[in-house]
């Protein structure tokens, strides 16, 4: 069983300030990642959303914010409702002069169900890598 967790680093031609908003305000987060109401940069916060590759049959996603630290990093647990597991999504932010470095982190995918083949590991990698790598990327460029 691979242990490791899933790892995406990306650099974007905008300030630390300007990414911190995009991955925390939940109405720019609308615009690139999920929409979510609930959803504050606070612990303790409790969110949840609708997602999956079947429109017609979509996991209810349930987390809870476990870390902040304004400006550079955001942690929250990441579940789903009706299944074993739990897992954690960070995000953390590294200023680069003009651009500032996110690297994600999604750690403990080894306790969702292996007889699930949605929550594979590869299936979080092309999601996070979409995400990531082309929705928060065009999203940052176009403000």
């Known amino acids: 069983m691979d242990t490791t967790p899933f790892v995406i680093e990306r650099s974007y031609n905008a300030s630390a300030a300007k990414v911190w908003n995009a991955i925390t305000n939940k109405n720019e987060m609308k615009q690139w990642y999920f929409d979510l109401p609930e959803f504050k940069a606070e612990v303790g916060c409790t969110f949840s959303f609708l997602g999956g590759k079947d429109p017609e049959n979509p996991y209810t996603h349930l987390c809870e914010v476990t870390e902040v630290i304004a400006g550079k990093k955001i942690t929250y647990s990441w ?39 949605d929550l594979a590991r590869l299936n979080f990698a092309m999601g ?8 928060l990327t065009g999203y940052l460029e176009k403000q």
């Open 128 to 135: 996070w890598t979409s995400l990531i790598g082309d929705s």
């Open 79 to 117: 579940r789903y409702k009706g299944y074993e597991g739990i897992s954690y999504v960070s995000f953390e932010l590294f200023e680069l002069g003009d651009q500032t470095k996110l690297v994600l982190t999604h750690a403990g995918l080894e306790t969702f169900p292996a007889s699930n083949p």
